[in-house]
């Protein structure tokens, strides 16, 4: 079994300092739920683990069954296994779809994957995703709509066949029909024993794939770990009991200039400073 190991992962952004001593352990077959107020570093980890140059470690470690993780390149952290689905897909105009799958699936692989055997697997995940196959053809995320791009990101999860998935906010944007597919394309990766890290800020799709564990990341470090009932606590009374319960100020980020808004979020109103108990 595969495990990924973060500790007291440390982590700055334009010499901005956002994950604050980082623990972390995520198991294959495990689904983590990742929740946590806006702008609290939950996207910087995953960022992190994924090898964005943007984002500096300063401390601490991130190791796959024992390997350093930091240490490897980030095409060498897609070969081990690892794929994050971003918050924010990027748009990569003049880059085909299809050729740009084939490419970050041939990484991965010894042999180069035969022209017939790429297009039966590519046709075949466009199948499941609902997404018509002429949209391979199209460049990458490029003018795609919020919903399609997300689609694609899965579309791309089931194409690399990771170890470790990690979906940031991967419901956002996405309809009631897409969210349904989503979650039944994670369901069945759930059932090959893959691992999955889900953030969202919403209840719905947690209860549509079933999380194993929850851990909530407030100012940079996850404050709570605990079961899958730590969603439905979070989804029907806010973050403000973390404050109550565990003496943690969630207004401490946002004083050195972070957003911590949460937006249209059923929480919003729980996030208010001066509320006193
Ligand atoms: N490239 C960057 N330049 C400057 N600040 C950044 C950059 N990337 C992230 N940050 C800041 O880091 C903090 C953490 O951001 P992050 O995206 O990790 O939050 P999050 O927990 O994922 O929030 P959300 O729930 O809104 O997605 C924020 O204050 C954000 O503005
Ligand atoms: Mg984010």
């Not at 107020?37 to 996207?43: A, I, L, T």
């Not at 060498?76 to 689905?85: N, P, T, W, Y």
């Not at 609902?130 to 791309?156: A, D, V």
């Not at 990771?162 to 944007?173: H, K, N, V, Y």
């Amino acid at each position: 079994m595969s495990t990924l190991t973060i500790k007291n992962l440390h982590v700055s952004v334009k010499g901005k300092k956002i994950l604050r001593g980082v623990d972390l352990t995520l198991n294959e077959g495990e689904t983590l739920a990742l929740l946590g107020p806006n702008g609290h570093g939950k996207s910087t980890l995953l960022a992190a683990i994924m090898g964005n140059p943007n984002f500096e470690v300063t401390e601490g470690s991130i190791e796959l069954d024992g390997k350093d993780v930091l240490a490897m390149e980030v095409d060498e952290r897609s070969k081990a296994g690892l794929f994050l689905a971003m918050q924010n897909p990027v748009e990569i105009p003049g880059v085909n779809s299809a050729e740009f799958y084939k490419a970050a699936l041939n990484v991965r692989r010894e042999k180069p994957i035969s022209v017939f055997e790429y297009y039966r697997l590519l046709e075949k995940a466009y199948k499941e995703m609902g997404i018509p196959f002429e949209m391979s053809q199209r460049n990458l995320n490029e003018g795609f709509s919020g919903g399609e791009k997300k689609r694609n990101e899965i579309l791309q999860m089931k194409l690399l066949n990771p170890t470790f998935a990690f979906l940031d906010e991967i419901d956002s944007g996405l309809d009631v029909d897409a969210m349904r597919v989503v979650a039944k394309a994670i369901e069945e990766e759930q059932g090959k024993g893959k691992g999955f890290l889900v953030i969202s800020h919403y209840a719905r799709l947690y209860t549509m794939i079933h999380p194993t564990r929850t851990a909530v990341m407030v100012n940079g470090r996850i404050v709570v770990e605990g079961g899958p009932e730590i969603v439905t606590r979070i989804d029907t009374e806010g973050y403000e009991w973390i404050r109550r319960e565990y003496g943690i100020s969630l207004e401490k980020l946002e004083k050195e200039g972070s957003q911590v808004s949460l937006g249209t979020c059923s929480t919003k109103v729980l996030l208010n400073g001066d509320k006193k108990e």
